[in-house]
C-alpha cells in the first residue's frame, strides 16, 4: 500500500504539468496551450451548489435521500487547471465529546464532501474530468472523477456517471460574483496555493513538531471564500466495503477541510476564515485568525501564538502559489 500512495505523490507533479492538457490532444498531436487554456478559464471561478436531482431512465426525478436534500458548498475551478470542491449536509449533529466516537466520525464523513487536484476538458465530448490528488475519502483519492458539463450562463451543471440503478445524477452551480473592492491583499491572495511546510516551535525556535509529506490546497476566491484541504501521506483505503472503526478514525484524523468567507485585517496584517463549513461540525460558525506574511511565490500564514506544557507555541503554514 505504501507504494501505492507514493506513487500517487509522484505522479502529482505530472499531473499538474499536465492537468488540461489532454483535454484538447488529438491521437499523435501535441496539445494546444492556447485551446487548453480557453478551455479552462470557461469553468474559472467558484460556483455555488445551488441544486441537485436525480432522474430515472425514464426522466422521472427520483426523491432525494436523507443527505441530499439541502446540501450547500462550493467548487472552484482555475485557469491553470487546478480545482477544489467542499460539500456538506445540512443538520450535520456535532460531537458529544471533544474528539468523535468512529459512528459520529463515520457520520461526518458521510455528511461531507472534500477533494482537490486538477481538471481537464474535452469539449468535444461535454465531458470535464477531475483529477483528485487527495480527498476525504481514502477511495477517492488519487482517481478521476468524470463529469459530463453544461455551462449556460451563469450556471454550471455537472452529470456523474448514472448509479448502478440507472438513475443519471446532476449538480447545478451558479458563479459567485467578485467583491465590489478588492484590495491589495486580495488581489495577492487570489488564487490556488499548495502545501510546502507546517511546523510548531516553541518561543524559543526549537521544533516542536512538523508534518513532513502533508500535502494539500488553499484557494482565495476574488468572491471574498477560502477553501482548505489539508491531508497526512500514506493514508490507506479500507479493506472490505464499510470502514472499520480503526479506518474510520485514520481516515477522519488524517484530513483536514473547511471553507466560508474571509475578510482582510489590512493595517495589522491578519486574515479571518469564517468557517460555515467543515469536517467537524462544531467548529461551523467559529473564526479562524490568520497572521499573513508574503515572501516571493509563498504564503505565510500564522496562527495566534497558543499556550502548551513548553510554554508559547507558534504554528507556521507555509504555501506556495499555483496559479498565474
Known amino acids: 500500500m505504501r507504494v501505492v500512495v507514493i506513487s500517487l505523490f509522484i505522479g502529482i507533479g505530472a499531473l499538474i504539468a499536465t492537468s488540461g492538457a489532454s483535454a484538447q490532444r488529438g491521437r499523435g498531436q501535441p496539445p494546444d496551450p492556447a485551446a487548453v487554456r480557453a478551455a479552462n478559464t470557461r469553468f474559472a471561478g467558484i460556483w455555488k451548489l445551488v441544486s441537485q436531482e436525480s432522474r430515472d431512465a425514464k426522466g422521472q426525478i427520483v426523491p432525494p435521500g436523507p443527505n441530499a436534500t439541502g446540501r450547500f458548498g462550493y467548487i472552484v475551478y482555475d485557469p491553470g487547471g487546478y480545482m477544489a470542491v467542499t460539500i456538506q449536509s445540512p443538520n450535520r449533529p456535532t460531537f458529544a465529546g471533544r474528539l468523535p466516537t468512529p459512528e459520529e466520525a463515520r457520520a461526518a464523513m458521510g455528511t461531507y464532501t472534500s477533494y482537490w487536484g486538477s481538471f481537464a476538458v474535452n469539449d468535444a465530448t461535454s465531458v470535464v474530468t477531475h483529477q483528485t490528488f487527495g480527498s476525504l475519502s481514502t477511495a477517492i483519492s488519487g482517481t478521476n472523477m468524470v463529469r459530463g458539463f453544461t455551462i449556460a450562463g451563469d450556471r454550471l451543471t455537472l452529470r456523474p456517471p448514472v448509479t448502478a440503478e440507472g438513475n ?38 526549537e521544533v516542536l513538531s512538523s508534518s513532513p509529506g502533508m500535502t494539500g490546497f488553499i484557494v482565495y476566491a476574488a468572491s471574498g471564500h477560502v477553501m482548505v484541504h489539508m491531508m497526512q501521506p500514506y493514508r490507506r483505503r479500507n479493506v472490505g466495503g464499510l470502514p472499520t472503526p480503526e479506518e474510520t478514525m485514520a481516515a477522519y484524523r488524517s484530513y483536514t477541510s473547511y471553507f466560508g468567507p474571509f475578510t482582510v485585517n489590512e493595517s495589522e496584517h491578519y486574515l479571518v476564515h469564517h468557517l460555515v463549513g467543515t469536517i467537524n461540525s462544531g467548529l461551523a460558525g467559529t473564526d479562524f485568525q490568520r497572521f499573513f506574511e508574503f515572501s516571493g511565490k509563498r504564503l505565510i500564514l500564522r496562527p495566534p501564538v497558543t499556550k502548551s506544557t513548553n510554554g508559547d507555541v507558534q504554528t507556521t503554514i507555509t504555501w506556495e502559489r499555483l496559479s498565474d
Open 168 to 205: 443519471q445524477p446532476s449538480l447545478t452551480w451558479e458563479r459567485v460574483p467578485d467583491l465590489p473592492n478588492l484590495t491589495p491583499t486580495h488581489r495577492k491572495l487570489i488564487g490556488f496555493w499548495k502545501l510546502i511546510s507546517m511546523e510548531r516551535r516553541s518561543a524559543s525556535g
